[in-house]
């Protein structure tokens, strides 16, 4: 292709010629013209728009890297919940923004959730249908509520279908019913393949109907006992009120061809029948791993059966309640209460309550006060004697781990007089081990005494040490009572 003569192509361009805006002109609008394009003040405005874009980009990322990742606000959430914060706190966080929504609704959830009415159970099931990422959140839930008779299958029946919607249920609460054939395989059928690590299970004495006729209520129990072999992961089992007809604990409804095979640390028994061997079939495999074994109002034990129970799970118990009477034990007259040797062996025991009549001697204080993990001892006995409590206090070792002994004397409300009170208090006091008689300090007896806190001033009036000490001469000395 020809060039045309006469250019130069190394000459710079000619300026660009300047005209001014007329009036009838349009107004000029930033950023239309191209960078390099007419004019340098096209130019210069499109560089400032984009410096503003650039501006607002770096804004955008600041505020991306000030946004704490969903698990460090949920964990910073579940710590405002664990130090007691109310929940309007936690529904007040879940309003701040859209990134504290998510993680304020998920600890809400976390929390034990109450379903108490069957319209309850069908509303929380709608939520976690459309809210599938709260489901992982909702590990506690409570279904023990006191229910008329006529409304037990509606209820059983909609609280089956909202456990199939929360497969993540960790601790459940239930009140354990006669329920129907139909409604019994749907509840259980649920239940049975929840991850539960604690179980608490409430029995309520109704008698199962179908329409006007009452079918077999060992028929739950078995369910239950079912339930309980399925539960590899159980930690904690909590049962009350299984004593009647129809939520009757005894070797039809837990089978022996069946046993747990759980390694529970905690064991709470109240109000329940326990013939024969049926503590020895809730205890499943934890002979090692029970920590706390918490016994109250329970019948159909023998004396044999609880001491064989103590004696297997004695080496690892470190929290024990007994709440009995030798009565409970036997019905025959004359039952001897259990040996203390049983507890001479539980080398890990932290914290023993017993409230009984005689289940052990009260003489059981001198084998407490010697454990080598000892902390906290709570006696309920019709009365105890002067003697053994001082026995006690002078057998404590200088380096005990003995905190707190509460003794409870309910047929002797004034146990001893007032100065034998002062004097095992003060006893104790001078090891550091606190003391409470029937709920009274050392404190507590001198202000009955003299309607103050004396403190150090009885060892004075005990005439342990000299009162005063005078420099000078006696002159007047004036006392008055």
């Known amino acids: 292709m020809a060039m045309a003569t006469g250019t130069d192509l190394t000459a710079a361009p000619p300026a660009p010629q300047s005209k001014p805006r007329g009036p009838e002109e349009a107004p000029f609008v930033p950023g239309s013209y191209p960078l390099g394009g007419e004019g340098g003040e096209g130019g210069e405005t499109t560089l400032a728009s984009n410096g503003a874009q650039a501006s607002r980009d770096d804004e955008r990322k600041a505020r991306a890297a000030l946004t704490l990742p969903d698990e460090l606000l949920v964990l910073v959430m579940r710590k405002l919940d664990e130090l007691g914060g109310p929940e309007r706190e936690l529904k007040d966080c879940s309003l701040v923004c859209k990134a504290w929504s998510g993680p304020a609704q998920r600890v809400l959830f976390g929390r034990s959730l109450p379903v108490y009415e069957a319209e309850a159970a069908r509303r929380l099931r709608s939520l976690l249908q459309s809210r599938t990422d709260l489901r992982a959140a909702a590990k506690t839930m409570d279904l023990a509520t006191p229910l008329e008779q006529n409304t037990v299958s509606v209820y059983f029946r909609r609280a089956a279908a909202l456990l199939r919607d929360a497969p993540f249920v960790e601790n459940l609460t239930f009140l354990h019913v006669g329920l129907s054939d139909k409604i019994r395989i749907r509840f259980y059928s649920a239940l049975r393949v929840l991850p539960v690590e604690t179980l608490t299970s409430y029995a309520s004495h109704w008698p199962p109907l179908r329409g006007n006729h009452v079918v077999d209520g060992h028929a739950d129990v078995r369910e239950l006992s079912r339930l309980l072999c399925g539960y590899r992961s159980l930690k904690t089992l909590s049962l009350s009120g299984f004593s009647s007809y129809p939520g009757q604990l005894d070797p039809a409804a837990c089978p022996s061809h069946a046993l747990p095979t759980y390694y529970l640390r905690e064991l709470h028994i109240y109000s329940c029948s326990l013939s024969d061997s049926t503590l020895f079939?809730?205890?499943?495999?934890?002979?090692?791993?029970?920590?706390?074994?918490?016994?109250?109002?329970?019948?159909?034990?023998?004396a044999e059966t609880l001491s064989a129970a103590l004696t297997l799970v004695g080496s690892a118990i470190e929290d024990l309640t007994i709440a009995?009477?030798?009565?409970?034990?036997?019905?025959?007259?004359?039952v001897r209460p259990l040996e203390t040797s049983l507890l001479q062996q539980m080398s890990r025991l932290r914290r023993i309550h017993i409230s009984t009549d005689q289940i052990f001697p009260p003489s059981v204080l001198l084998d407490l006060v010697l454990l080598p993990k000892i902390e906290d001892i709570s006696l309920a006995y019709p009365t105890f004697e002067l003697g053994q409590v001082k026995q006690a206090a002078e057998a404590l070792p200088p380096a005990t781990t003995l905190r707190k002994l509460y003794l409870d004397a309910w047929e002797t409300p004034d146990l001893w007089t007032d100065t034998d009170r002062w004097s095992v208090s003060r006893a104790f006091e001078g090891i550091g081990v606190e003391l409470l008689l029937n709920g009274l300090t050392k404190e507590d007896v001198e202000r009955a005494w003299y309607g103050e806190n004396l403190g150090d001033a009885w060892a004075l009036l005990e005439g342990e040490e000299p009162v005063c000490t005078l420099s000078g001469e006696l002159t007047k000395l004036d006392l008055r009572v």
Request: net charge negative; charged share 20%.
């Open 324 to 334: 009995m009477d030798l009565e409970d034990l036997s019905t025959i007259a004359g």
């Open 281 to 302: 079939w809730l205890l499943g495999n934890s002979r090692s791993t029970l920590r706390k074994l918490d016994l109250g109002s329970c019948y159909g034990l023998t």
